[in-house]
């Protein structure tokens, strides 16, 4: 009893040592799993800040690509405005009126589908012609002649039904062949009939067009006033302004006093740029636009507008070689609410009048246009962007 006593303490001890083994491994078990976790969330959280850093920069280099590209397109604006009157200097402005021929082997005809052959239908392609095949010998010894006999009856018959679905078939084919040949050969005929008589009308109109021409040019020789108003019309048709920049022309010829009275109108001061630059703040993540102080508007402002009055007096100068034009009485402003009356109404910021002689000797290159328009006596608005018009009635020679 003292042995078994022995025995089973010795074992209870034991299963107690397995039993400390076991819950000191599973302890460090799971401490090693909680550093292995830890370990796991701190570079989670490092590669979440990586990311998020990275996703940050990307960002902000993103909005200071676009504020660079806003800022591009600004300046280009700008430069635009700055060169109105650079812009015409080298540009040859005269219209030679013999370009304006349309000769008949060398103008697009306006109906170049005409000038295509139809295609014509293709050919059917035929199904081969079945051929006869010689049935198998029947096989055994009695009444093979009769067999064979029999099948070659059943075979003939086979290729006699075959041929003949074969034949109504290439003759469906020739048939569809055959009208389609038909309507092609009617449409083509028609097709060059057609073209014939286009052809025939584009040459009249073409020889219409020359005719009118001719008759243009004499009238302008003679200094016609309604030629001199159509050769106007193309001057300023010409005059390229920027996109951004709507310049509209009136005008008007006095034959008597061979006078040109022209009044241009350029966008109003509130449709005038007034930013310089953008610029990104990274701590609000916002795009904001740097305005122009409204003297730097004021002053880009008149610059245009005088910039505009002298080119718009080059141009026709230019353009006019016969000289038929001796004087021009021009106006330059904007449409917009007069501040005295509120109504909408053209508002002149210049008035001026130049003698075709004394402004042709004037060098473009060097000048300066407020100057310029000073020199020429003209009456100049103080103030545009406040919408100060100016008296113009004194301006014209006639």
Do not use: C
């Not at 006593?5 to 040592?17: I, L, N, P, Q, S």
């Not at 660079?68 to 430069?79: F, G, K, P, T």
């Not at 009456?379 to 301006?395: E, H």
């Amino acid at each position: 009893m003292k042995a078994a006593e022995k025995d089973r303490v010795r074992r209870a001890k034991a299963a107690e040592r397995r039993s400390l083994a076991e819950r000191r491994e599973a302890a460090q078990q799971a401490k090693a799993y909680e550093a292995k976790v830890r370990k796991a969330v701190i570079a989670d959280e490092r590669d979440r800040t990586a990311y998020e850093k990275a996703v940050k920069a990307a960002h902000a280099a993103a909005q200071q690509s676009e504020v660079e590209r806003m800022s591009s397109e600004i300046d280009a604006v700008l430069d635009d405005l700055e060169g109105l009157l650079a812009a015409t200097i080298d540009v040859d402005d005269h219209i030679d009126l013999e370009t304006l021929r349309k000769p008949f082997d060398t103008t697009p005809f306006d109906m170049p589908d005409l000038e295509i052959s139809l295609v014509a239908p293709k050919r059917p392609t035929f199904p081969p012609e079945p051929t006869y095949l010689e049935p198998d010998k029947p096989k055994g010894f009695f009444g093979k002649k009769r067999k064979l006999e029999e099948a070659r009856a059943i075979a003939r018959q086979i290729h006699e039904t075959q041929k003949a679905e074969w034949a109504s078939s290439v003759s469906a084919l020739s048939e569809e062949y055959k009208i389609q040949l038909a309507a092609y050969d009617k449409a083509e005929a028609e097709r060059i009939e057609t073209l014939a008589a286009e052809k025939d009308r584009f040459r009249q109109e073409l020889d219409d067009h020359n005719r009118s021409i001719d008759q243009f040019i004499t009238n302008l020789s003679y200094g016609d006033a309604e030629a001199v108003q159509e050769y106007i019309s193309l001057i300023v048709e010409n005059s390229t302004y920027p996109d951004h920049f709507k310049v509209t022309h009136e005008f008007s010829f006095a034959p008597e006093t061979a006078e040109l009275r022209m009044s241009v109108t350029i966008p109003s001061p509130d449709k005038f740029p007034a930013t310089k630059e953008y610029k990104y703040i990274k701590t609000s993540d916002e795009i904001r636009d740097v305005p122009l102080s409204q003297m730097e508007i004021k002053k880009r402002y008149a610059s245009v507008l005088h910039q505009v009055a002298i080119r718009s007096l080059h141009e026709v100068f230019e353009a006019d070689r016969r000289g038929l034009i001796r004087t021009i009485s021009l106006e330059v402003g904007t449409k917009a609410q007069h501040p005295a009356t509120g109504r909408l109404d053209f508002l002149p910021f210049v008035g001026v009048s130049a003698e075709r002689d004394s402004f042709m000797e004037f060098d473009l290159s060097g000048l300066v246009p407020l100057a310029t328009l000073k020199h020429l006596g003209a009456a100049i608005s103080k103030d545009p962007v406040g919408l100060v018009a100016v008296d113009v009635t004194g301006v014209r020679k006639s």
